[in-house]
């Protein structure tokens, strides 16, 4: 299902869904919040009612107990009708404290109606002096004991309700903690689902900006992810046959070259060998220009098939474990007879660096920069390579005491075909394409080269990452 959705209505779902989820904590907050403000108000109203109803039956004990005496003295039937109107209106406070509390202020409530029948029958009782004060004795300390527990009942209310709110409170907390949770879970599997289509469209687009064609691209989660998947595989099958129609110009373009400039080399060199009859001096002189030029160019159509095959080739890692010491070592044998011939002396200073790179790709670039070391030392110098490791960064480095690079050429000198102001004086001028090479081999792993600033020969630079 959610296939078949867009990434903006998944991504407005699961805002919504943890909206719900957030929404039903606060909801269920309000709710304990009204029940407990419910509640509260209740006890409030209820202690007091209970307050108030302890006050008014002491006031009307007190006026039975007046109308009481008068009576036993007067014996006047209207101060006995006030008693027991008095008594009558003690009921509606008798009732509250039954209301509140049946099992302990109810029962006092009932003993109080108890202690008042008993007053009212020695009322009629003309030795019943003695049992009317007893009875009237016996609503005072009942009107006490209401009082007090009057006090106890709303002393308990108010713990009980602070109970409550610290129950609430809790469960609040748990609620609430538990929709945060829940809600950060939900953010997390939409975040999961959303991003690993995002992962997947970065590598594939990792894929295209390597050269890499060969796998196909294929992107799971939302509908439009989806087709943006499609479209870099669609992308990924065109590049294929750009490259492919690049390599088959490349050879078209070498061959329809190549063909030609063939022929001239040997027509060239017939000339130079009098098959076609005696050269004047003039004649021989044109004919070693055509030749120089002639082989000028077939170098000049090399180098360019070469870099075009490198920038292609540069992204194409194939990547293992490179104990560094081992591969300069092996460059420098390389170029020991060059450097013997030309008198110069090649200095290693390699530590013990393990890399993980493209070990061909890495040779080829720090052999261009050994080798145009090498053709630029004078006679009795010394080109210097180095390798360390600073953290995670792994330094080359290669130091010749040469004429070094011109200031105005420092900014272009790894642009390809770029031949500097300063050439070696005894060595034919390079193609201009090592140094571009170098760059590209450089940047395919990850890393930078630069020129270095110094005060003699060229200093050279490279910074690669540490993958190991």
Known sequence: MLSRMSFRQILLAGFLLIAVVLGAAAVQGLRLLETFADQSRKGADMAIGLTSSAQKLSERTIDMERSARQYRVLGEPALRARFLDQRIAAEGALRVFATAAPATLGGVADTWRAAAQQAERALDDEDGDAELRESLNRLHALNDRLATEARYWVSR???????????????????????????????????????????????????????????????????????????????????????????????HVSHELKTPLAALREGVSLLD???????????????????????????????????????????????????????????????????????????????????NGDREKLAVAVGNL??????????????????????????????????????????????????????????????????????????????HVALVAAEKGAHFRIELPNLN
């Open 157 to 251: 209310q108010n713990t009980g309700l602070l109970d409550a709110l610290e129950a609430n409170r809790v469960r609040l907390a748990t609620e609430v903690m538990g929709a945060v949770a829940a809600a950060v879970v939900i953010a997390g599997l939409f975040g999961w689902w959303l991003s690993r289509p995002v992962k997947q469209i970065e590598r594939g687009i990792e894929q295209l900006g390597e050269s890499r064609f060969e796998d196909r691209i294929e992107v799971s989660g939302p509908e439009d992810l989806q087709e943006v998947g499609m479209r870099l595989d669609w992308l990924r099958q065109r590049l294929i046959e750009l490259e492919a129609d690049r390599v088959r110009m490349l050879r």
């Open 273 to 355: 060998d009098e098959v076609a009859g005696p050269l004047t001096s003039g004649q021989r002189e044109l004919v070693g220009i055509l030749g120089d030029n002639a082989h000028v160019l077939q170098g000049r159509i090399e180098d360019l098939l070469g870099f075009n095959a490198a920038v292609f080739d540069a992204r194409r890692l194939r990547r293992e474990s490179i104990d560094l010491n081992e591969l300069m070592s092996r460059l420098a044998d390389g170029q020991r007879l060059q450097a013997q011939a030309r008198d110069v002396t090649i200095n290693l200073d390699v530590a013990r660096v393990t890399i």
């Open 370 to 447: 050994l080798s145009n070391a090498v053709s630029f030392s004078p006679a009795h110098g010394t080109v210097t390579l180095r390798a360390s490791r600073t953290g995670d960064t792994v330094f080359v480095e290669c130091i010749d005491e040469g004429p070094g690079v011109a200031a105005e050429d420092a900014t272009r000198i790894f642009d390809p075909f770029f031949q500097g102001r300063r050439q070696p004086d005894s060595e034919r001028r390079g193609s201009g394409v090592g140094l571009s090479i170098v760059r590209e081999y450089i940047q395919a792993h990850g890393g």
